[in-house]
């Protein structure tokens, strides 16, 4: 006799997930030398914004203090780098910026 050992599956609902890349806005890309980060989620105090180059070195460590910030990355050549914006325990966003100088 054959007993079914499955795992029953959950319910879906209409829950919705809040995703936090929503509420993150990094511009303008492509930059000049300069980024602005808009972070628009009251549960966020500080973190750290990691710029990385297309062969993973780590060319910049960005404190973030404030939900809105200008950031002064002009010391970067002109190319594609990665980023990282993180709290404390996780991962908010990640992306590409272009930077282009004129």
């Not at 795992?7 to 829950?15: F, G, M, R």
């Not at 070195?57 to 190319?79: D, F, P, R, S, W």
Request: hydrophobic content about 30%; glycine content about 4%.
């Amino acid at each position: 006799m054959l007993q079914d050992t499955s795992i029953p599956q959950k319910k879906l609902t209409n829950i919705k997930e809040q995703n936090a890349e929503q509420n993150i806005n990094i511009y303008p890309n492509p930059s000049n030398g300069e980024i602005i980060i808009d972070i628009q989620d009251s549960r966020f105090t500080k973190g750290t914004l990691e710029i990385y180059n297309t062969i993973g070195k780590n060319v910049a460590t960005i404190l973030i203090n404030n939900k809105y910030q200008q950031i002064n990355i002009k010391h970067l050549e002109e190319g594609i780098y990665l980023y990282k914006l993180s709290d404390k325990l996780t991962t908010l966003k990640e992306g590409k910026i272009l930077i282009i100088k004129e």
